[in-house]
């Protein structure tokens, strides 16, 4: 009924459309093709195929139009695609670019790997070399200190101990100037060689602490005594204030706090040309962490010194150091004392610091805990309140001075009445509605009047007032040489003021004799000396002159010996109760001649083995402990006191 060709066919003209127009029905008739062009040409390059489907219903029936259009490759916009293969091919060859920049950097790590794995492994094996030439080179020092400090010390020993046994005999005043010389210079090399073996020991874990019981209070007195006579040379009054009621003994290193304690006075003495040094200690509350600790204690020392720059207080602890390059030209020694101080208060556990002013002075600060041995009682509280009413007139210029002493006399109970000068003190005792004193402590070096004529003058009016006076080390000799010194020897006392002197010349003026009885110790008797044998063996000649020059008022019989081979052939002759042996001699050492001696002990099955002390120069420990292991019962380093021989002499035999 419809005229499909003309109706469709002038539509489609000569387009490239395939058209296709068919009926379906429900009847017999079913799908009928009414219209059907083929004008779409086939080509191979077909890109896609563009179909539109239309149907249109009808009550019997319905009409389906289906158009379909080919897009070939010709008929496409081909700019988009070339951009896109563009940047496909830009992005592969990135990724590309990448992966081949990841291999090579792989390829470069394992390369760099490769070489920092071999640097590695070389530089292992140097320092693994350089660690064994390190010990290597350290066992050499300690060789080369050791045979050094032989060296060294062996004429040490000769100079010192002549220089102190010369200065006991009848001298003129220049042979004995001439004496103090030589006999100090030698005490600047021995602790000049000191300083270096020490700071070497520490450097190398070879120094070891001891812990033993001491006096703190007497350890202090005793360095400060030390350096009294320099300071009263020099005009700088040397003060030691210690708190009354600290506890003395305790337990720790004496020998190391005493060397610490002598650095620092040392150092303060020597940067100091007028003015004082104040040695100070106390217990401290609280330990370096804050917490309570009856233990600790702090020690100052104070000067009125040249001072230190604030940016140098760190640096004078180093090695080699000093505060001004030119100090060492004009004062001497090594830089190495508060290096070794440092060093040691931190092997205690403690801390040591520095502060000061220019042009006012300095003060080192230590703090350490060394634990109170609670078993032995404190004679504290004893003497506290033992001069309970008495009135002590103090005269005494320096006003440090005065503080220390008022403080510690107050604790004692008595009353001080304080003058700055003499005329004051006269007055106030000439003067009939002044109150009267029990006793007179004076200072000898005052502004107005020294204190021998202050003394005189008082006695002159009041001949029972007991007046003690306070010497400066110099002044001793002027009071031995003066008439009656046997009655003033007894009522003196030397400064820097000892606690225990002060408080023994105190109550033996003041108090009643069953007081003194109570409160003062009595001298200890001397005990017998017991008849001795001795054998020396030592290779210097002058050394075996010292000792036996020391020991000759003593009821001891010297034999000598050379060498050890010497040694062992008079031992076995002879018997001995002390060998006295030198550790490094030509022929036979001392270490070998005294393990053959304790070998011929055990062949004849001598009952009591003789006590052999070695003589040794060497301070470092593994040589001391080379001579315990071999035989010696005990050691001295060389230079050997006088006073240190004999002590070591009588506590080994009873």
Known sequence: MINTSKLIGENIGNTNLSVMLLSDSAGLGGRQFLFQNNNAVRQDWTIASLVEEGITQFPLYSIKLSVLKQVPWDEIDKSLIYISILIGTGVTLLLIAVVKTRDEQERQLRDRNIVIEAKVHEQTVELAHARDEALKASLMKSSFLASMSHEIRTPLNAIIGMSDLLAETSLDFEQKKYVSVFKRAGDTLLSLVNDILDLSKIEANQLQLETIEFNLVDILEESTEIYALKAAEKGVELICDIEPYLKPIRLGDPSRLRQILLNLISNALKFTEKGEIVVTIKESLHDLSGLNNTGMVEISVRDTGTGIPADKLELIFASFTQADSSTTRKYGGTGLGLTISRRLVEMMGGKIWAESELNVGSCFVLRVD????????????????????????????????????????????????????????????????????????????????????????IKATNATLPVILMLNPSSLNRLQNSGNASEKLQMYLTRPVKKKELTHQLINALSHDEIK???????????????????????????????????????????????????????????????????????????????????????SSRENGVQIIALTAHAIKEEIDLCLEAGCNTHLSKPVKKSTLVTTIQAITG
Do not use: W
């Not at 033992?386 to 604790?411: A, W």
């Open 517 to 603: 009885k109570s409160l003062v110790s009595p001298e200890p008797d001397q005990s017998q000396i017991k008849p001795l044998r001795i054998l020396l063996v030592d290779d210097s000649s002058d050394n075996r002159l010292l000792v036996k020059t020391y020991l000759k008022k003593l009821p001891y019989t010297v034999d000598e010996a050379e060498n050890g081979e010497e040694a062992v052939k008079q031992f076995e002759r002879e018997l001995y109760d002390i060998v006295l042996m030198d550790v490094q001699m030509p022929v036979m050492d001392g270490r070998e001649a005294t393990r053959k001696i304790r070998q011929l002990e055990k062949q």
């Open 370 to 457: 060394i634990p109170v041995m609670t078993k032995h009682p404190d004679n504290i509280l004893k003497q506290q309140g033992s001069l309970t009413g008495k009135r002590i007139m103090l005269v005494d210029v320096n006003e440090s001075s005065q503080n220390v002493l008022n403080k510690y006399i107050k604790y004692l109970g008595a009353e001080i009445i304080p003058f700055r000068n003499a005329d004051s003190a006269l007055e106030s005792l000439g003067n009939s509605t002044s109150t009267s004193c029990d006793l007179v402590l004076t200072n000898t070096d005052l502004p107005d009047m020294d204190g021998f004529t202050l003394m005189h003058r």
